[in-house]
């Protein structure tokens, strides 16, 4: 039945939280989304079905039970009381005060239910300075810091293409809140979780903030150079290997896109020597850019012994030779020559991706029209930790259902 199967969540949230109680109903737990009269704003969310249906609601409302409550009337938030008071878990994604107007706050919840983990999403956390700040997902990442590093040499950082930043913060909720039930598990008590937007993110790239901690500037690139640090013979190389931040390690393939990285430096060098190799046994490159051990570019161009600009010359030759093949012989390539490189794929990729039907990481839910293919476990287990029951609600689906019970728990 689940890992979570003896427990109820009740879920205030929109798409500033959805996934948190997904990744709850996903373990097994009952979780009865709560939405106004007008439906949640996550039902607008893009992007839509050809029948105008958010696909966002679709995938992070999935496996929930949905009713229709307004909490801002008093019999609303005196029924909404009643459901918290039987919940193991809330979740709620307001803006800080919102909920302590209309009496459902973590305060007013534990008056009723001392063992309840209330979860609190917000931007920047329930109190401090910039608790009431106004927020949108590229506000929480330049807020944060990941922002800052998504740029090329000196030209403006690039927003975050999908709005991410509360998905950061919906896991992370989940995750707080199993570790508030463990605490639970032994004291017999519940606790607040206040999870804030801006920090989860902050966390997502902390090695950058580790990083710069200890001198290592990041974001540098093996050829692209800030302008001011190149008037001053300051040209950077990056030698991390990974190419997450590095401009010019996306490279256009017949069919898409891969990413590879032109590694440079004893760590991580002899994966473009195996590329150079691979070039050059299709007479694509010449002898002497072939002989070119990449573990020693940065000594040799310290020394004079490498014109940095000869890598500019190497760039072009990769640039030609990777528009040659696909991306399913560039990645055949990167596991037998031991390459750092691997296909873009597209959504269309993943839904072909014989490793994930593999390992039945899609799933179905619904029936008839209502049928819809959904992203399925997060994680795999040798136990049964997983239950998946039905497809997103319907505004107000399971109101007779939902207060039904409750009616008949009061009565008992």
């Known amino acids: 039945m689940g890992f979570l199967s003896a427990y109820r969540v009740v879920d205030f949230t929109n798409e500033r939280g959805l996934l948190a109680g997904r990744m709850l109903a996903d373990l097994g737990a009952d979780v009865?989304?709560?939405?106004?009269?007008?439906?949640?704003?996550?039902?607008?969310?893009?992007?839509?079905?050809p029948d105008r249906q958010s696909l966002y609601w679709d995938a992070y409302a999935a496996n929930k039970r949905g009713v229709v409550c307004d909490l801002d009337s008093l019999g609303g938030s005196e029924l909404?009381?009643?459901?918290?008071?039987?919940?193991?878990?809330?979740?709620?994604s307001e803006t800080p005060g919102l909920m302590a107007r209309r009496g459902l706050a973590y305060d007013d919840v534990r008056t009723v239910n001392p063992r309840v983990v209330y979860t609190s999403i917000t931007p920047f956390g329930g109190d401090g300075p910039k608790s009431m700040y106004a927020d949108a997902d590229i506000i929480l990442w330049a807020a944060g810091g990941p922002l800052a590093a998504h740029r090329d040499g000196d030209r403006?950082?690039?927003?975050?293409?999908?709005?991410?930043?509360?998905?950061h913060a919906a896991a992370d909720a989940a995750g707080g809140a199993l570790v508030a039930h463990f605490a639970r598990r032994k004291t017999g008590m519940g606790q607040h979780v206040d999870v804030s937007v801006s920090q989860s993110?902050?966390?997502a790239t902390i090695s950058r903030i580790l990083a710069t901690a200890v001198g290592d500037p990041q974001g540098s690139s093996l050829i692209a150079a800030d302008p001011a640090e190149e008037e001053r013979g300051q040209r950077k190389l990056d030698q991390s290997g990974s190419g997450s931040g590095t401009?010019?390690?996306?490279?256009?393939?017949?069919?898409?896109?891969?990413?590879?990285?032109?590694?440079?430096?004893?760590?991580?060098?002899?994966?473009?020597?195996?590329?150079?190799?691979?070039?050059?046994?299709?007479g694509m490159c010449?002898?002497?850019?072939?002989?070119?051990?990449?573990?020693?570019?940065?000594?040799?161009?310290?020394?004079?012994?490498?014109?940095?600009?000869?890598?500019?010359?190497?760039?072009?030759?990769?640039?030609?030779?990777?528009?040659?093949?696909?991306?399913?012989?560039?990645?055949?390539?990167?596991?037998?020559?031991?390459?750092?490189?691997?296909?873009?794929?597209t959504?269309?990729?993943?839904?072909?991706?014989?490793?994930?039907?593999?390992?039945?990481?899609?799933?179905?839910?619904?029936?008839?029209?209502?049928?819809?293919?959904?992203?399925?476990p997060f994680a795999r287990l040798s136990a049964d930790a997983f239950v998946y029951r039905r497809r997103a609600p319907r505004l107000g689906e399971h109101n007779a259902e939902v207060f039904g019970e409750l009616r008949e728990l009061h009565r008992t």
């Open 156 to 167: 403006p950082p690039l927003r975050i293409s999908v709005p991410q930043a509360y998905l």
């Open 80 to 92: 909404a009381l009643r459901l918290c008071a039987e919940a193991d878990f809330v979740f709620e």
């Open 286 to 345: 010449d002898e002497r850019l072939a002989a070119l051990d990449w573990r020693r570019v940065p000594d040799l161009i310290a020394t004079g012994e490498l014109n940095p600009y000869e890598l500019e010359r190497a760039r072009g030759i990769v640039a030609k030779f990777m528009a040659s093949r696909t991306k399913n012989q560039v990645m055949e390539a990167s596991l037998n020559r031991k390459l750092l490189a691997a296909p873009l794929n």
């Open 247 to 282: 401009a010019g390690t996306k490279w256009e393939v017949r069919d898409g896109y891969v990413a590879l990285h032109l590694a440079v430096g004893p760590a991580a060098g002899r994966f473009t020597n195996n590329l150079f190799a691979w070039v050059h046994e299709e």
């Open 32 to 49: 009865i989304q709560v939405e106004p009269a007008e439906g949640s704003s996550a039902r607008r969310v893009g992007p839509f079905s």
């Open 347 to 376: 959504i269309a990729d993943l839904v072909k991706s014989p490793q994930l039907k593999a390992r039945n990481f899609w799933v179905e839910l619904g029936e008839s029209e209502r049928r819809c293919v959904l992203p399925g």
């Open 201 to 203: 993110v902050t966390q």
